[in-house]
């Protein structure tokens, strides 16, 4: 019957004299709209109205049958039928926002998986710019600061455990799925989740404590940061364990829905010039975000083993998170020991600008993580080392023209976001975007992260050793240099823990990887060069011709540009074969053609490009 309404509809063909069939039925739909509220207990009618099923003879027997049938609906029948087509849209909605776990084993595609992580991460990431964009512009640079100090103390105390939690769910989780083992699954969400919640309370108890006997912004924005820790610390974990039970799109829509609250509560609270409240808004996102998947509790425990190797796993995860990601929270917390609260809101200017890119790199690797986890529990080492390498490629293809043109055109960027008040940030925004690309070339931190516990050891070394001396440099200059000493810091810092995992991953895993080293160690030697020749004052000529010159210098004219938008394009197509386009510095073209359906559809890419690169191995069609 819904059928004939839609086949009338689209006809738009009826007898003379006749009116619409669809259009006898609007009187009754409007007195049955409000009848939507009241689920009938009534089942469609079980007597048939009678349709004509010889061939009509014309499009206009055709809609005088459809009209017969659609008249002889029954009121009763008629509101049913429109009640369950808005309870399938309803259910639809349901589905999206409260799924159940899937005890499939099978990921999504790695174009849509990085596509739907890339586009929460976006949202998410707008949200925490529109924190530093409207307190710039409605409170000052002095407000952002403090706005700064807090949020860097709540996300410090969050690295300590409640993020590492999420990470060994989504690990462990994704594992279970491998195994089939859907009992295991909902055992290892509800272990994670205890520890989770009990760390976020104790540490948001912690933080409130001492941001209000340390510092002197009262205890509204003390506890402010408390209840941001346990916010945070909550979606953190949330994040983990949809990712473990591949549930992309449902973290996309929470995290559309909760951005869009907190940018809306944040308008309220700075027109109403609540400022001991600007936290609130965020807390109360995150919390949207999180409590609706918070996991249950399991009835079957969790076997011995693997909750001792969830622990393990959590405590090296915590040092590798705070080591890899603290040091940029610590220099803002140091910062404000050694500079004003004015230099600390520039510092948060730049941070806010410098960040999103390297949350797009973590978000891609949060998005690899299970299915590097359930490579390696197949034991599959060729296809765990094809897909790092794979990552590695696409990533120095998209991010070294990302990074090195966000450098070389910092202040324009910044007078067009915060006007003369952010200009005064270029310096350290320069510095800040150095560091956080050298961390973005992750796909040596997937590798360790993922496998091994002497790779998760390794990596939390490497990063260890970074936060060390990158702590050190700050304390060192930062009395001297104020904010820019910490900056200076995090960049040192970074630098130590990135070599550290790509030397053990290119040695062990034998990765062909120097032409690549050769394309970075290039690009950055050109950035640095370009902005010194720049200096701190914007124009335009010399710019452009800067950026055509790395351009040029680091992949043949404007071809690095080009494939990062076919990279990224093939990323996003939600079907079909994944063709990554590289240039080595040699000024070669190859294409890489993920998973094809047949080796015979290698044929029109290899008479193409010549070298054609397939399931991480040269098949030469």
């Known amino acids: 019957m819904l059928g004939n309404l839609t086949a009338i509809t689209a006809a738009g063909d009826r007898p003379p004299g006749k009116a619409h069939p669809v259009a006898s039925t609007r009187s009754r739909s409007r007195r049955y709209i409000a009848a939507c509220s009241k689920k009938s207990s009534r089942p ?133 799925r491998g195994r089939g083992d859907p009992v295991a699954q909902a055992a290892v969400a509800a272990y994670t989740a205890r520890w989770a919640g009990l760390s976020a309370v104790l540490l948001g108890v912690a933080g409130a404590l001492w941001v209000g006997w340390q510092t002197d912004t009262g205890w509204v924005p003390a506890v402010s940061t408390g209840l941001l820790v346990v916010a945070l610390g909550a979606y953190t974990f949330v994040r983990g364990v949809r990712t473990g039970n591949n549930q992309f799109v449902t973290a996309t829509a929470w995290d559309t829905i909760s951005s869009v609250l907190t940018l809306t509560l944040l308008g309220v609270v700075l027109v109403a010039g609540w400022q001991p409240l600007l936290l609130l808004p965020l807390c109360l996102g995150y919390l949207l975000f999180a409590l609706p998947s918070w996991s249950r509790p399991s009835p079957v425990p969790l076997d011995t083993p693997t909750r001792r190797a969830i622990v393990g796993f959590t405590a090296w995860g915590s040092v590798q998170l705070l080591a890899a990601s603290g040091l940029l929270q610590l220099s803002v917390v140091l910062g404000r020991a050694h500079d004003t609260l004015t230099a600390l809101g520039l510092y948060g200017i730049a941070v806010s600008v410098a960040t999103p890119a390297s949350m797009l790199s973590g978000a891609m690797l949060t998005a690899l993580a299970p299915a590097v986890a359930r490579r390696f529990a197949a034991g599959d080492h060729a296809g765990l080392t094809a897909e790092v390498d794979r990552v590695m490629r696409i990533m120095v293809t998209v991010f070294l023209p990302v990074f090195g043109l966000l450098i070389l055109w910092a202040g324009p960027v910044l007078g067009l976001l915060f006007q003369e008040r952010g200009t005064p940030a270029q310096p350290l925004l320069v510095v800040l975007l150095l560091a956080v690309s050298v961390s973005s070339f992750n796909a040596a931190n997937l590798r360790l992260n993922g496998t091994q516990a002497w790779g998760v050891k390794a990596l939390a070394a490497s990063n260890v050793t970074g936060f060390l001396v990158g702590l050190s440099v700050i304390l060192w200059v930062g009395p001297s240099l104020g904010v820019m000493g910490s900056a200076i810091g995090y960049l040192v810092g970074s630098l130590v823990a990135a070599v550290g995992p790509l030397v053990i991953v290119w040695r062990v895993d034998a990765m062909r990887w120097w032409p690549l080293v050769l394309r970075i160690t290039t690009g950055y030697s050109l950035i640095l060069t370009g902005r010194w020749w720049l200096g701190d004052h914007f124009h335009l000529i010399p710019t452009l011709g800067a950026s055509a010159a790395f351009l040029i210098l680091t992949g043949g004219g404007l071809a690095p540009v080009i494939d990062g938008i076919i990279v990224t394009a093939a990323l996003f197509a939600p079907t079909g074969d994944l063709v990554v386009f590289f240039n080595p510095p040699d000024g070669s073209r190859y294409a890489w053609i993920y998973d094809p359906l047949d080796r015979a559809d290698l044929a029109p890419w290899a008479a193409r490009f010549g070298d054609v690169r397939w399931g991480g191995r040269t098949n030469q069609p």
């Open 44 to 176: 469609l009618s079980t007597a048939r109205p009678s349709v004509n099923t010889a061939r009509p003879s014309s499009r206009a027997a055709t809609a005088t049958a459809t009209s017969n049938s659609v008249s002889s609906l029954a009121d009763d029948d008629f509101r049913n039928l429109w009640c369950r087509g808005g309870g399938l849209v309803r259910s639809r909605w349901r589905a999206v926002l409260f799924p159940a776990p899937d005890h499939t084993n099978v990921d999504n595609p790695l174009g849509s998986a990085f596509a739907l992580t890339v586009t929460g991460v976006f949202i998410q990431g707008l949200a925490r710019f529109g924190y530093s964009f409207l307190v710039v512009h409605l409170m000052g640079v002095e407000a952002n600061g403090q706005v700064a100090f807090m949020i860097s103390v709540a996300t410090l105390l969050v690295l300590l455990w409640p993020q590492a939690t999420g990470t060994a769910a989504a690990k462990y989780i994704a594992m279970a």
